[in-house]
């Protein structure tokens, strides 16, 4: 069963080389020629450098307040800097289009994707800053170092590899999202992807892009991978953190904060409510409930499949650690750096010419969901696989029980809740994807995110309000609830060990 | 016997960590087996238990063959008790299921009276209802016994099962899992780097060097006659002293000193000379200075030089010279002389 969901999440990527080098390497270099395809490298790389950048920044400044200044309602602020993630980008980028209809540009971009993106960055730097012993900064300070000498030379070389890392997975991001970009009309190469499909059923040219798209996220990914090296210094868990007086700071942090939190929270929350209000009255309530039943439909039965897939490579992986295992384990993540859009595409190529009796059904869509978020998955569910040690294995084999039985009365009663809790997370997560589905489901079949993009599309922004409205609060909301509870359902790991 | 090892070996990629060990284990009888970390103790323990497969030799438990060529018992059919270092009590259960996990075919009531059984034996009755992770660490490793014991196992395993605890409960618990042992009269191998650990616990120690047993005896021979050098310094601090062989006696620069084992006349080698083998008399004419001493209050480690050399000799505290004191050295006792090759 591993090996099958391995291979069905590595069909798209292998079978986009087939296709582009198929077709010989003269109408590749032809189609890149033809096309602006240098100008839409450049648009996509300079926006995915300018929100990482700007991502990290922000990112680093809030955690930094929330975990290690005395600001005034800085506990207000650290759930005000998660939260955006509630927010699919391109339900934002919705929100922000429907109040100011000019919204749009690489600067409209760029400002929802910083603040989509910078909990990323935050999220991953107040965990280091939490892990942080402050006592070296003490020491820091009685061997003479001044307040911003500690910040530049004990501070910053402690969390940089976390605001790093953030700022990466906000480029890889950015790089992959195509429903943000797309409403705010920004040609980066998602949306050419997607236009180069619609418009001409140019299928070679769309591929040539769509390989071209995931060569620079696998360099992104090789670079970060070499620029990693060094461990972390500090990896004591923290016992003391003194808090540093902000004094005269104070004020202006709160306002920029506050900012902050207005664009990324207050517009769009704003903006949805007004329109809901606006569009109420006239909204065709049977469209909006098919179009939940097929979100949830499709949420399920593909958030399930995913995760029943990633329980069983994981149980290989984790538990029984064979060198399949671990085979299996890397593949996966290769599929990782594929956005979604080449995803789809990969897939509408494979099944036309392979296997055309699943083009336009919902099993291409469910295909396309284990591709997009095995990986996802199978890190959310080695979680709760993991608190149920080996040597508890061990000693159920000891005590006479056979692999199977330790499976049913040790590992997943113990591993059993995250399991059911990283299902639903996966579950959620598939409940906001927009543009495989776009592609892949079958004609008359409208979910809640494809609507909302037709809608918008079109400026039907009052009919589009509600689909948004269900998006944040039946996927957003719960989702990163959950995924701050598994987060810290890792904790009890180490008193488990410690005997 | 209840375990038969032959000539077993096993390798992790080029490193051989086990080269044709054998070694019989009697029924109810407590064998440590002592090594330094990575002298591949811990492998040999799981080759025991059935998690891991020997690439050689052969393994029978109680007369029948575990493991051998083309024959491979798996560890949940070998009924053999295993008690890790962490203990690993099932998280998701109460001391009394936990206890209760391996039996099989028994009637609800039968059942019942086994676990609390168990229990009452390691003294934890009162927390049967408890989970397994409000337990602290002596008291978890006393259920991990009770539930290693609760199947009836042919043969106990215990790995390094005290190294978590401290000092004082590591001493205590010891005593404790020995007397429950005895009771039960298993059959018990424990493993540990712990030299004073196996010395006090064990009918017989089993010494892994280098993949192989140096040494295998009851714990008076393993520390008063070590087979060689290499032994007699890995048990407890040994004074070194060049020695050959006069007239049935070894001529040291200490003196002339008795024999434990027999010798050629004329032979030369080195003789290993315990700390608590020397008595120090104190002398303002001996050719002996005290130049260093560490108190440690029931006894005093006394830094003495010779003429000679420099040796330490373990002293009762309150009686130990003082630093500058003349003495004079005396071996008491019988020494082990190693002839050189």
């Known amino acids: 069963m591993a090996v099958v969901a391995v291979l069905l999440s590595l069909i798209p990527f292998g079978y986009l080389l087939v296709r582009v080098f198929g077709a010989g390497f003269d109408s590749f270099v032809e189609s890149i020629e033809r096309t602006r395809t240098l100008e839409l490298l450049a648009n996509s790389l300079l926006l995915a450098i300018a929100v990482s950048l700007s991502a990290m920044l922000i990112g680093t400044a809030q955690a930094w307040i929330a975990v290690r200044s005395n600001l005034p309602g800085r506990k207000v602020f650290a759930v005000l800097a998660a939260l955006p993630l509630a927010i699919p980008t391109y339900v934002a980028a919705y929100s922000w289009v429907a109040v100011i209809p000019g919204f749009s540009g690489f600067f409209a971009a760029w400002l929802l994707l910083t603040v989509g993106t910078a909990p990323l960055v935050y999220l991953s730097v107040s965990a280091a800053l939490a892990r942080f012993d402050s006592a070296t900064e003490e020491v820091a300070s009685s061997l003479g170092a001044g307040k911003f000498a500690v910040l530049r030379k004990v501070t910053w070389p402690n969390i940089k590899g976390a605001t790093l890392s953030g700022g990466l997975l906000s480029a890889l991001y950015v790089l992959s999202d195509f429903g943000a970009v797309s409403i705010v009309r920004y040609d980066t190469f998602t949306r050419a992807i997607y236009n180069a499909y619609r418009a001409s059923f140019d299928r070679n040219l769309a591929a040539t892009l769509a390989l071209i798209l995931v060569a620079v996220t696998v360099l992104v990914l090789v670079v970060e991978s070499r620029s990693k090296g060094r461990k972390p210094i500090g990896t004591v868990i923290a016992n003391r953190l003194n808090r540093i007086d902000l004094r005269v700071w104070k004020l202006p942090l709160v306002a920029l904060l506050t900012g902050i939190a207005s664009v990324s929270l207050v517009v769009p929350l704003a903006s949805l409510t007004r329109w809901s209000i606006v569009g109420l009255p006239d909204t065709d309530w049977q469209e909006v409930s098919e179009a939940l039943f097929s979100s949830i439909y499709l949420s399920v039965s593909g958030g399930m499949l995913t995760a029943l897939l990633a329980v069983a490579i994981a149980l290989v992986v984790v538990r029984f650690k064979t060198r399949l295992g671990f085979v299996l384990e890397r593949s996966v993540w290769l599929t990782h750096a594929t956005p979604g859009i080449v995803v789809a595409l990969s897939l509408v190529f494979f099944s036309n010419q392979v296997a055309p009796w699943i083009y336009q059904t919902l099993l291409l869509v469910l295909i396309a969901y284990v591709a997009l978020f095995l990986p996802n998955a199978l890190s959310a569910i080695s979680i709760p696989l993991s608190q149920s040690p080996i040597s508890l294995d061990e000693v159920s084999a000891s005590l006479g029980l056979t692999k199977l039985q330790t499976l049913r009365r040790v590992v997943l009663p113990i591993a059993g809740p995250g399991i059911f809790a990283a299902t639903t997370l996966v579950i959620l997560t598939v409940l906001k994807e927009l543009p495989a589905t776009l592609l892949l489901r079958p004609t008359g079949v409208e979910t809640l995110a494809t609507r909302l993009w037709t809608e918008t599309g079109v400026a039907a922004f009052s009919t589009a309000a509600p689909y948004a409205l269900l998006l944040v609060l039946l996927a957003g909301i719960p989702a990163w609830l959950l995924n701050r509870a598994i987060r810290k359902d890792l904790e009890p790991i180490g008193d488990l060990e410690r005997a | ?341």
């Open chain 2, 1 to 341: 016997m209840i375990l038969t090892l032959s000539n077993v070996s096993k390798s992790f990629g080029t490193q051989t960590v086990l080269k044709g060990l054998s070694l019989d284990v009697a029924d109810g009888e407590f064998v440590a087996v002592l090594g330094s970390s990575g002298s591949g103790k811990t492998t040999l323990l799981r080759l025991i238990a059935g998690f891991d497969e020997p690439d050689s030799g052969e393994i029978s438990i109680s007369g029948k063959l575990v493991a051998a060529k083309s024959v491979f018992v798996a560890a949940e059919s070998r009924k053999v008790g295993y008690v890790p270092q962490d203990a690993a009590l099932f998280p998701h259960l109460s001391v009394f299921e936990n206890v209760a996990f391996g039996l099989k075919g028994l009637g609800k009531a039968a059942r019942v009276d086994r676990v609390r059984q168990l229990l009452k034996l390691v003294s934890m009755e009162s927390f049967e209802n408890q989970s397994a992770t409000e337990l602290s660490g002596g008291q978890k490793h006393r259920v991990a016994l009770a539930r290693a014991l609760a199947p009836e196992p042919e043969l106990i395993l215990l790995d390094e099962p005290f190294a978590a605890l401290d000092a004082e409960l590591r001493t205590r618990i010891r005593e404790e899992i020995k007397q429950v042992l005895d009771k039960v009269s298993s059959t018990t191998i424990l493993v540990t780097h712990d030299q004073e650990e196996a010395l006090s616990i064990a009918d017989r120690v089993a010494l892994l060097r280098d993949g192989n047993f140096a040494q295998v005896g009851n714990p008076r021979e393993i520390y008063s006659a070590p087979v060689d050098l290499g032994v007699a310094t890995f048990l407890g601090d040994s004074v070194i002293v060049d020695g050959v062989i006069e007239s049935g006696k070894v001529s040291t620069s200490l003196g002339q000193l008795t024999l434990l084992n027999s010798a050629k006349e004329a032979s030369r080698g080195k003789v290993a000379i315990r700390p608590e083998n020397f008595y120090l008399q104190p002398d303002l004419n001996g050719d002996s200075i005290v130049v260093g001493r560490q108190f440690f209050g029931h006894d005093a480690v006394v830094e003495v030089k010779t003429p000679k050399q420099l040796i330490r000799a373990r002293s009762s505290g309150p009686f130990a010279p003082e630093v500058g004191m003349k003495v004079t050295v005396w071996v008491r006792g019988a020494v082990n002389f190693y002839p050189e090759a």
